[in-house]
């Protein structure tokens, strides 16, 4: 799936062809560079340098601004464009792997890291029970994930329903077919807890819209709808960071 998307800048879905190119901007200020510096420091908060495994690693450019915490990261990723891009450029260590098929070693890591990777996932328990046996006592696992309970959805859900199922639309924006479950902040911190972590950070970001390839009138309209967003708290991603137990 992944090497299809990173091959044709998103395939059906226009809306990330700029998403996905923005995977190989690594440029300082780009989008992927500035919300991968935010996890950093919001992971410096509560561990400074180890061995990472960024599962769903793509082109690396985490793992590569990782090093400058101190971290030492490896990476696992399916898509093989995004592997030699990964290795090429910035010389890291990263291996195929699909996390539904994940055979990891044992305490051998003090951070997992899997951005927008678990609503991809059939099985996202075993997941985070294969994160939890690869991590040192202690170690932690941060990841990123869409927020089911979002400005969006109350929108689009209301229309669909208005309408009588006539439009779809909206709803096939945000519920993509390449996700299988979306959490909320109480489902997934429960999620957490169930497979042996102790949350330590949660909270709700917004999509940064500069990723997207939309037209004018849907991006303004999206301007609006995330200004009102966040004193609502219906921002439409999770950010999460827990220890294991």
Wanted: hydrophobic content about 40%.
């Amino acid at each position: 799936m992944f090497d299809r998307l990173y091959a044709d800048g998103g395939g059906s879905v226009p809306e990330l062809q700029d998403y996905y190119a923005s995977c190989y901007d690594d440029r300082p200020g780009s989008p992927l560079v500035r919300i991968h510096t935010v996890w950093l420091e919001a992971i410096a908060r509560h561990a400074r340098g180890g061995r990472l495994l960024d599962i769903g690693c793509g082109t690396g450019i985490f793992c590569h601004l990782a090093r400058g915490y101190g971290w030492q990261p490896e990476g696992l990723d399916d898509a093989e464009a995004a592997r030699i891009f990964a290795r090429e450029r910035y010389g890291l260590d990263v291996r195929p792997g699909n996390f539904e098929r994940l055979d990891l070693p044992a305490a051998a890591y003090d951070l997992v890291t899997m951005w927008d990777v678990i609503e991809h996932s059939r099985a996202p328990r075993r997941l985070l029970q294969a994160a939890h046996h690869t991590l040192v006592p202690g170690g932690l696992v941060a990841l990123a994930t869409p927020n089911q309970r979002n400005v969006m959805e109350l929108v689009a859900g209301p229309l669909y329903r208005l309408t009588g199922g006539r439009v779809t639309g909206p709803l096939e924006k945000f519920y993509l077919i390449e996700h299988f479950l979306y959490f909320t902040p109480a489902t997934l911190g429960r999620l957490l807890e169930e497979t042996g972590f102790e949350v330590l950070a949660m909270r709700r970001e917004l999509t940064d819209l500069s990723r997207l390839t939309l037209h004018p009138v849907v991006r303004a309209g999206l301007h609006v709808l995330f200004a009102l967003a966040r004193p609502l708290g219906l921002e439409n991603r999770l950010f999460a960071i827990a220890r294991k137990r």
